[in-house]
């Protein structure tokens, strides 16, 4: 029997990982289950459980694959189209409501916890490089406050559906602006 190539491992596994973030965005994580992310990956469970031995590895994995593209810069040019960005994720692949299951099972996972943890921090740090000369005093500041204010727009979208993006564009100019 011929031996699969990597790139045909790696490609299974992102199809796994596909199938559950569908499902996982679709129906929440407690409502998943492997023989969902089986049926909807096309996959046998011994394919499943070839690149993961539980639900909770998928998820992890999903989450690991997920970080926002930032802003280019912080003009209300930038934030307006990055916003608008996360609006169309948000209704074109239900990202909103992947984050809103991934942010409350990282509250009761540590290892999720953990890898989320990471990625706010990286985001954080992203946006503070991109803070304005006359605002790097207060970069550490502006970069919390706009992750916090994304997250929660990104929230708002799950929960409430499609939102315009433009008051929360004008409340991270006036953060950017000080």
Known sequence: MP???QAHLDARRQQIVDAARVRFARQGFARTSMADIVAESGLSNGAIYRYFTSKDDIVVAVCEQGTEALPKALTAEAVAGFLEHVRTLARDTDH??????????????????AVV?????AMRAAVAELVPER???????????????CASYSQQLAIRGDL???????????IIEG
Do not use: K, N
């Open 3 to 5: 031996r699969v190539g």
């Open 96 to 113: 909103s409501r992947l984050v809103a299951q991934i942010y409350a099972e990282a509250a009761l996972s540590p290892q999720l916890a």
């Open 117 to 121: 943890g990471q990625q706010l921090a």
């Open 135 to 149: 605002g790097r005093p207060r970069a550490g500041q502006i970069a919390e406050a706009f992750v916090a204010l």
């Open 164 to 174: 315009d993006p433009a008051p929360f564009t004008a409340a991270l100019v006036s």
